[in-house]
């Protein structure tokens, strides 16, 4: 029986009726090239119908690796996690599926058992390569993996030799903090997690940009950090905080998360104050539960799916020894407009 003939992206593309720069881009995950979700789509499952397997992963199949790749991920059991990390789950298992690789959760509740984890991922070889959220300053997680097991970071690094998926956090912020200034808001909050994490330093930044162009004054009074990290509990108290201490309540909040925005939106509610009449509020990642919350909550979509598909995109090239460029990309945000920053109630006065 003679030997089967490897599938190209020739054979690809002849038989999903597109052309070969289309697979091509499709295959590469080309952020740069306009291609729709349903084409994408389309593409993906012809190639899988088909058996096409780039030649970079033919080379893995000679390397005898794992074929799993790990994504680190916080356990809450008492406080549920940011839906973000579910839809990059979802992305990242998605793409890992699509080349023949798995996906392995690391998950930790504190970070000291994350280095526990990471420590021992390293020791045993137990994935091929890594992908890492949240980066922050002096990251202990990055100096422990570095040059001893590939890895990809969902999130900003001062290092530009790591390779990196992330959003323009500072923009996203600004515009969100200029679409609450056009409502005509002056004192706006900052909800956010602690000032270690590049997230949230690049938000603050988007956010006072926003405030100094419109020649107001920055006012550290109206900043609330969530003890420890993301969630709705921890949004609330971050708020409830605020309102305790400040001289003068603000008339609107941005928040870096919808969990923590929803904290918010209940903390306001306890009080008496009206979302959107008393307070506006914003959140980020448009969680599924965003457009369903009272009053429907206005977001920054981060496409965090896109984010991990790429990341984990990325992660398989590096592990099969394919040539990376560029090793930092960004993905767009959206901004959501819904009923909760009040501009809703403005349109239909």
Avoid at 286 to 296: G, I, L
Avoid at 326 to 346: D, E, F, N, W, Y
């Amino acid at each position: 029986m003679g030997k089967r003939r490897r599938v190209t992206i020739r054979d690809v593309a002849k038989a999903a009726g597109v052309s070969v720069a289309t697979v091509s881009s499709v295959l590469n995950n080309n952020s740069h090239t306009r291609i729709s979700e349903k084409t994408r789509e389309h593409v993906l499952r012809v190639a899988e119908k088909l058996g096409y397997r780039p030649r970079w992963v033919a080379k893995a199949l000679r390397k005898g690796l794992t074929y799993l790749l790990g994504l680190v991920i916080p356990l809450q059991p008492h406080n549920p996690l940011s839906p973000f990390f579910y839809e990059a789950v979802s992305g990242a298992i998605k793409k890992a599926r699509e080349q023949g690789w798995m996906v392995s959760i690391l998950g930790f509740h504190d970070r000291h058992e994350e280095l526990a984890v990471l420590r021992k991922v390293v020791e045993n070889r137990s994935v091929d390569g890594v992908i890492l959220f949240d980066p922050q300053i002096e990251d202990p997680r990055i100096s422990l993996l570095k040059g001893r097991m590939l890895f990809v970071v969902i999130g900003r690094t001062n290092d530009q030799e790591i390779y990196s998926v992330d959003n323009d956090n500072v923009e996203a912020a600004k515009i969100a903090t200029q679409h609450l200034i056009r409502l005509g808001h002056k004192r706006i909050a900052f909800v956010h997690v602690p000032l270690k994490f590049f997230t949230a330093l690049d938000r603050l930044s988007g956010y006072r940009a926003a405030l100094e162009e419109a020649g107001l004054k920055f006012d550290p009074e109206l900043l609330a950090e969530a003890e420890g990290y993301y969630g709705v509990e921890a949004g609330y108290r971050a708020f409830n905080n605020l309102l305790d201490r400040v001289s003068k309540l603000p008339t609107a909040v941005l928040a870096m998360d919808d969990s923590l925005a929803l904290g918010v939106i209940q903390a306001a509610n306890q009080r008496g104050l009206r979302v959107p009449d008393d307070i506006a509020v914003v959140g980020f990642n448009d969680s599924p539960f965003s457009a369903r919350c009272e009053p429907p909550l206005t977001t920054v979509r981060v496409f965090g799916e896109t984010l991990a598909t790429y990341a984990a995109d990325m992660l398989l090239r590096l592990i099969c020894g394919e040539p990376i460029a560029p090793k930092h990309i960004t993905v767009p945000t959206q901004l959501i407009v819904r009923s909760s920053c009040g501009a809703m109630s403005q349109k239909n006065s």
